[in-house]
Nanobody
Framework: QVQLVESGGGSVQAGGSLRLSCAAS????????VAWFRQAPGKERDFVAAISWSGLTYYQPSVKGRFTISRDNAKNAVDLQMNSLKPEDTAVYYC?????????????????WGQGTQVTVSS
């Protein structure tokens, strides 16, 4: 089990950029799949991006080309660089980790979650 803490959220105008960070503590992080999900008010928690222990990346189609997920195993950290932000990107963003690499886009795959960080994009 790992403990996850997100940071880097905030408010930005459409077209702007933010960088989210997920810091992990606890054993095994280097071998975990780590993902970002987001949840807008009244909506389900949706997959955004994921990265495997080896650096293989996965993206939701609506963010591909705008968002980049990366990891630094030496620092036990995963970042999400978000460019060309749109109002529809507004949500609470959550970092999640899993020892399993099955179904990386599914919330049920992930055992460990951070507390979330708010991202607000104004038009």
């Amino acid at each position: 089990q790992v403990q996850l803490v997100e940071s880097g959220g905030g408010s930005v105008q459409a077209g702007g950029s933010l960088r989210l960070s997920c810091a992990a503590s606890g054993g095994g992080f280097r071998t975990y799949v780590v993902a970002w999900f987001r949840q807008a008010p009244g909506k389900e928690r949706d997959f955004v991006a994921a990265i495997s222990w080896s650096g293989l990346t996965y993206y939701q189609p609506s963010v591909k080309g705008r968002f980049t997920i990366s990891r630094d195993n030496a620092k036990n950290a995963v970042d999400l660089q978000m460019n060309s932000l749109k109002p529809e990107d507004t949500a609470v963003y959550y970092c999640a980790a899993s020892a399993s690499s099955r179904s990386v886009t599914t919330t049920g795959t992930y055992d460990d979650w951070g507390q979330g960080t708010q991202v607000t994009v104004s038009s």
